[in-house]
């Protein structure tokens, strides 16, 4: 399966600790995006970027949040302190071009749901 | 920012019934998405649409872009049980702040009685 993969599928957290979420693009993608969404809610963007660098991050939370996506393996969203507002599902998505390129939409992962107790 | 639109919000149909959802814009779009989420899923591409005025069909989906490129519709004919979940447009706009963002609708979820 050469899809995007996402891992861990549930998380659960205390107050206060990190949570670490992984995704692998498609293979042959470069372009990774994260989104969060809560229940009965749209996807609102975080984060987009391209091996070794973060292109956009104007989603993201300024504090508590990071993203990397290294040379060698999968991107990282990474939230420390983590409060019970985090609790949401975290979707992955990879493309073949970047969005200034032509599109062909953008494949997503299974997302990992975090829950914040 | 930009701002994308989704109405109405939730719609039940009976089986056999049709069903549309409209798509707003704020901004002029370079192109527009549309998506489907099943209950626990995750979104899938359903298509894009970058020309304005442009329709695509797919079997008894249809798919509009409007001549503004402001908003855009899906109409399904004769819903079927397979169509429940969530739908949601997602536009990009290739100028100003945000120009890397392709920004989602709130989805219009769709339930279908048998």
């Known amino acids: 399966n050469a899809g995007v993969m996402q891992n861990p599928r549930h998380l659960v957290r205390r107050r206060g600790q990190e949570a670490r979420l992984r995704c692998s693009p498609m293979?042959?993608?470069?372009?990774v995006y994260w989104y969060r969404q809560l229940p009965e809610e749209g996807l609102k963007f975080m984060v987009y970027?391209?091996?070794?660098?973060?292109?956009?991050e104007s989603g993201m939370p300024k504090e508590r949040f990071s993203a990397e996506f290294p040379k060698e393996g999968p991107s990282i969203l990474r939230i420390q302190q983590v409060v019970r507002g985090d609790s949401a599902a975290y979707f992955c998505a990879s493309s073949l071009q970047g969005p200034q390129g032509k599109w062909n939409g953008y494949t997503f992962g299974s997302g990992t749901r975090l829950t914040v107790v | 920012g930009q701002q994308v639109m989704q109405i109405p919000q939730y719609q039940h149909v009976q089986e056999g019934e049709d069903f549309t959802t409209y798509c707003n814009s704020s901004t002029t779009l370079s192109n527009i998405q549309w998506y489907k989420q099943r209950p626990g899923g995750h979104p899938v591409f359903l298509i894009q649409?970058?020309?304005?005025?442009e329709v695509k069909k797919q079997k008894r989906l249809t798919f509009q872009f409007g001549e503004a490129k402001k908003n855009s519709s899906l109409h399904i004919t004769a819903t079927q049980t397979t169509d429940v979940g969530t739908y949601f447009c997602a536009g990009y706009s290739d100028s100003g702040a945000g120009s890397y963002q392709l920004t989602f609708g709130k989805g219009t979820k769709l339930s279908v009685i048998p």
């Open positions: 970027l391209q091996k070794e660098n973060i292109i956009d």
């Open positions: 293979k042959g993608h470069s372009h």
């Open positions: 649409l970058v020309k304005s005025g």
